[in-house]
Every structure is written in C-alpha cells, then in structure tokens.
C-alpha cells in the first residue's frame, strides 16, 4: 500500500515528477559522458604509449634502467621466452626488442635516430605497426632493409628505395656500421619519435650492433591489461637472484601517471561543481514538493499515520524517482556514449595540432566501461537519497496542527 | 447562561476537559483562543460547537483530538490523559480511538473512496478481509457502494465528504470530531451528509462532535455548546429539528 500510495504520488504532478526525472537523467547522462570521455582519452593515451612505446610489462637487465646501454642488453632464446611464458598463464605473448641510438644518414643529411630492431609478427599483434606503413613494404627477418618513420625520411630527404646509413657505437665498445636499403615509410602517432624512428627487424639489429642473441628489452603482453600488475609482481619472484629486472608501464611512464592524475582530478573538480548544480537543481524541485503538501502530511499524520511510515513513504517517492532519472539516465547515456565511441570527437586545429605535439591521437573517444556506469549512477543515487532526507526530516519535525492550517 | 448538568442516570464521560486554556504568542501579543473550558461528553452524543470565527471551537476540537497542545489544562480521552502524551503513542491514540473529518474532506487524492477507507484500517494493521468487510461496509452506508473505485476528483464534494465520514468511522473510534464539515457543500449535500451521520449516531451510537457556524448541524444538535472570545458562552440541550433545503 506504501509503495501503492507512493507510486501514484508521484503521478499527481506529472510535469513536476517529469522535471525532476529529467534532471537526474541529465546528471547521469552528463557525469556519465563526461567520465566517459575522460577515461577514453586517457586510455588511448596509455595504449598508445603501451603499444608503441613501453608494452605493459617489461623485463630488462637491472641496470638498464639506470644506465640504457647495449652494455646492458641481456641474453634471450627460445627457452628463456618460454620459461616467461609459463610463468604466469594469463601472460598472452612475449616481444624481444633491442633498441639504441644511433646516427642517420642520407646523401647530404646525418640526423640522430632511435633504432629498433622489433620481431615484426609478435609487434603486429600489439600495435598492427603494419598499417602505419604510408609507402612501400616492411621488411622479411634478416633481408637487409628498414623502415623508416616518415619525419626522418623527409629530414634526410630520402625515400623508399634509397640506402640509410645507420653508424653508431654496437655491444661493448664495438663499431656498429651499416646500410639498408629503405623498404617502406610509416607513421608513427607520435610526433617525436616519427622524427627519429628506424625499424629494422631484430636479426639485423643484433648483428649490426654486435648483439648476438641479445636483446634490451622483453615486452610482456598480459591476455587482459588489468592483470599487468600480478603478472609484474609474479615475472619478479620468477627472476628473482638472475640479473634482471621486471616494470610495469605505470613504473616506466611515471610522467604520463602524473600527467593523467592532474587532468583526472580537473575532472574530479568540474564533477564536483556539476553534483552541486544537480544536487541543488533536484533539492529545488523536492523543497518544492514538500512544501506544497506540507497540509497533507498534517491531515496524515492526524488520522493516524505514523511520521516514520509517512517519511518512508516520501522516502519512497524520491527513490523512485531517482531510480527511474538513473535508469533512463543510463539507458540515453549507453546510446550517446556508443555513438561517440564509434565517431570520436575529432579535436579542431589548434588543439589537434598540440595533441600530436605531444605525441597523442587528435580526437577523443568515449569508453564503454561498466565501472562508469556504476558509480556514476551510485553517486547522483546518493546525492538524490541525501535530499529526500529533507523532506523526512521535515515530516519528523512537522507540527501537526500548523502543517494542517497550511 | 450556562445551564446546570442534570446528575441524574448520568452515563460515564467519554471526553472530559479539564480547565483547557490555549494562548497564542504568549511573549509578543497574546491571543486567548481558549480560557479555562472544562467540558465533559458523553457516549453516544450528538453535539455541535458553535460560535463565531476566532471563538476558539477549532481550537477545542483540536484539544480534544490532541492535535495541539493546551497552555494549561488538560484532555482526559475514555480515562486517558492525551495532554503530554509522547507523540508516537498519542498517533496510536488518535488511529485508534478518534476520527476526524475535515472541512475541506482531506482524502488521500490518490487513492479510491474504496483505498481511503482501507488505508486507515491498513494503518491499524487489520487483516485483508477484515479492513475488506469494513469498507464494502462504510461506503455502503454512506450511500457510496456505487463508487468504490472512483478517487475523490471523481467525486461531488458531498461525496468526498461521505467518503471522509466512512474513513472515519472504519478504525472504529470512541469518536468523530468533524470540523465544519458542511461549510463547502451545497444545501442538499449537506442535508445528506447530516442524515446519515445522524442516523449512524442513533443505530450505532457513534459519538459526533461538530464545531460549526452552520444552522443546519446545529440544529441536527442535540446539545449545542456556544463558545464566544474562547470560553464557553452556554451549553444545551436542544431537541434536534430537520431543515429542509431550500428549493
């Protein structure tokens, strides 16, 4: 019958009810989209960073962190990857790098690289590196070739088919030399390092850097990116007393860490204004309410009601129409949230060009993450359950005989 | 001109007020709405209290239905003293000892005349059939069998008021205080309205007590109390006369 009593209630005043729905559903669409798109950006941000840059996990030798040298490459064969394999089963697949700098140079130009010897197959599955390619073709393991990002080949004013020289310093001391022919050019996301990245395939790279099954880095790629701090804390007891070392990316990026908590907790202070406007706004509508029936709560309580039973039933009312703002919130959120998610938010001009200053994809995309959902829907719930208190609260206190004059 | 109260065969007192005074704004300008009324009822009365606006007779209903609280005196209920009762047990009280019907019918507008009725009984914790039984019951005799399902903006105000009277009588109370409860209807409603409380008084021995300015309840009356600046003015017996409506 409360609930009876409630329900119907609330149908009295359809356009109030409507109004004060419609309210919480723009909160929830709004804290959900704007949560939404915070943590798009911020994972594109992070796979972009992961997949061309860190991985998730890496093991190095333990003194290539401090000093990145070849000097500080480490040994790897197929019984070692398989012993990292086995380590942890929700480890997917492992990719051996060696990288170094070096010096570039063309017919006329010499301009400083970053050269990576990858295995092409095992980076295709972290970062399909193959579709960068703009021109020409990536190379077969040990042909000889490179690929050359697209920033540097301009730089050195060369193309596909041209001969780069790579001249730098291999393993302990020894003189690393030599030309490849260039295969392809490609592009990476990354402004910077699209000025500076030479691809050769890993066998060339151990041999031009008198690396023999030596690499300086192996990427460890975990079935589900959550995962990547137990299968970190894991590969650590697994090496533990070997020279090595295991990171995660957050340990290998600590700039893009901070960089995302400062832009998360602008966020967290924009939400913050936007619950107080929605707190106020459904606050309005519900002091609204409960002043216009203040009368018939006194005639209530009166005949007999209990203040308690009478507060439930208020109570009630409030969370029925949250429930019904948080859900339809939700559903209209689901919708506006996928649709941004499939046509991202392409950044104008100005801001696309600093976002691929700073190495990053110019659009914003939103995520389809349940957690969003969730707590986003739990918080306005809260804030639309702390007001229904007030009119509780005034029932509670409600002077029979004045409220029934009213 | 207060007449003297016969002691003889007197039944037992129902409600008793013992020198209830009530001030308004004590501090600032005080307002007596009540000075030192003591008045006793008797089961089974049909009583009007009359008088102007402002001589206090919604006040004393209030009193006597412990919806306010007196400056001094006190209300003695079926040999309960409601005055100072803790809020909880005096809405226990109230639900189960007195009924209340308003001037302006007071339903729950989102409920039938058939869920007004229930929802107090309800309220009472009675069982389904029971508060069921009861409410075919009421309306029955209310003359609203007909209109079970319809909720009060479907209803005349004569209706609404029937239906208000049913309320009151389904949690089975020592008492009705009805408070002007013909000032909004028409002659021929109230007319109706007056009959069949007054025959629930005379075959059910239900205990009215209305505060009203209207000739047509205080004649129904057969004791008419007259309250003038918040005291009682006299107190009488009458014999009850029907005033046909106006044509």
């Known amino acids: 019958m409360y609930l009876k009593l409630a329900w119907r209630n609330l149908w009295r005043n359809h356009r109030r009810t409507l109004i004060t729905v419609s309210s919480i559903m723009f909160a929830v669409v709004t804290a959900l989209f704007i949560e939404s798109l915070e943590r798009g950006a911020h994972n594109l941000m992070i796979d972009n960073m992961t997949s061309f840059h860190t991985g998730y996990i890496q093991v190095q030798d333990y003194r290539y962190d401090e000093e990145p040298s070849l000097d500080n490459a480490f040994p790897f064969d197929e019984a070692f990857e398989r012993r990292v394999m086995e380590m942890d089963e929700r480890i997917e697949y492992t990719i051996p790098r060696i990288e170094t700098f070096m010096l570039a140079a063309g017919d006329v130009q010499t301009r400083g690289a970053f050269v990576l010897g990858i295995d092409l197959e095992r980076e295709n599955r972290l970062n399909d590196l193959e579709n960068r390619l703009t021109e020409g073709r990536f190379f077969e393991p040990g042909d000889g070739t490179a690929v050359v990002s697209e920033g540097l080949a301009g730089r050195l004013n060369l193309s596909v088919g041209d001969t780069l020289a790579l001249i730098g310093q291999g393993r302990f001391g020894m003189t690393a030399a030599g030309v490849f022919e260039i295969s392809g050019l490609m592009n990476h996301p990354q402004r910077d390092m699209n000025n500076q990245l030479v691809y050769i395939s890993l066998p060339d790279a151990q041999w031009l850097l008198s690396a023999d099954e030596h690499i300086t880095a192996l990427l460890v790629t975990p079935s589900n990116a959550r995962y990547s701090d137990s299968i970190a804390r894991t590969l650590r007891s697994g090496v533990e007393g070997e020279e090595l070392s295991v990171y995660t990316w957050e340990e290998m990026m600590p700039d893009l860490l901070e960089a995302l908590e400062f832009d998360r907790l602008g966020t967290r202070v924009y939400m913050g204004i936007l619950y107080l406007i929605i707190g106020f706004g459904i606050f309005g509508t519900i002091l609204m309410m409960t002043l216009e029936r203040l009368r018939e709560f006194g005639i209530l309580l009166s005949v007999g009601m209990r203040r308690l039973k009478l507060a439930l039933v208020v109570f009630i009312e409030t969370f029925l129409i949250s429930l019904l703002g948080i859900f339809s919130g939700s559903i209209l959120g689901f919708f506006i949230i996928l649709y941004f998610m499939r046509n991202p938010i392409h950044l104008g001009d100005d801001v696309g060009e600093l976002m691929v200053e700073f190495g990053f994809d110019p659009i914003l995309p939103t995520t389809l993450a349940s957690d969003i959902f969730f707590w986003q829907c739990l918080i306005i719930f809260i804030i639309a359950t702390l007001i229904s208190l007030y009119p509780s609260g005034k029932i509670l206190r409600l002077n029979i005989q004045e409220a029934s004059r009213k | ?247």
């Open chain 2, 1 to 247: 001109m207060i007449s003297e109260p016969t002691q003889e065969d007197k039944p037992m007192s129902i409600i008793t007020t013992h020198n209830l005074s009530k001030v308004y704004n004590p501090d600032t300008v005080p307002v007596h709405a009540l000075r030192d009324v003591s008045l006793e009822f008797e089961e089974g009365e049909f009583t009007t209290v009359r008088g102007p606006s402002g001589s206090g007779k919604t006040t004393l209903l209030n009193m006597i239905g412990g919806l306010d609280e007196p400056s001094s005196g006190y209300v003695v209920v079926d040999g309960v003293r409601i005055t100072g009762m803790p809020d909880r047990k005096l809405i226990n009280f109230r639900l189960n000892n007195i009924g209340f019907v308003f001037q302006s019918y007071n339903l729950v507008p989102v409920f039938t005349a058939y869920e007004n009725v229930t929802f107090i009984m309800l309220l009472q914790k009675s069982s389904k059939k029971e508060m069921d039984d009861r409410a075919h019951e009421l309306l029955d005799a209310v003359g609203l069998s007909s209109k079970l399902n319809s909720r009060p903006k479907e209803l005349s105000g004569g209706e609404q008021q029937r239906v208000a009277v049913a309320r009151a009588l389904a949690s089975r109370p020592k008492f009705i205080l009805a408070d002007e409860p013909t000032a909004n209807l028409d002659s021929k409603s109230a007319m109706n309205l007056l009959d069949m409380m007054e025959k629930m008084n005379r075959e059910e021995n239900v205990t009215f007590i209305f505060s009203s300015h209207d000739q047509r309840v205080i004649d129904r009356a057969r004791r008419v109390i007259t309250m003038v600046d918040g005291a009682i003015y006299s107190d009488e017996k009458q014999t009850p006369k029907r005033t046909e409506p106006a044509k």
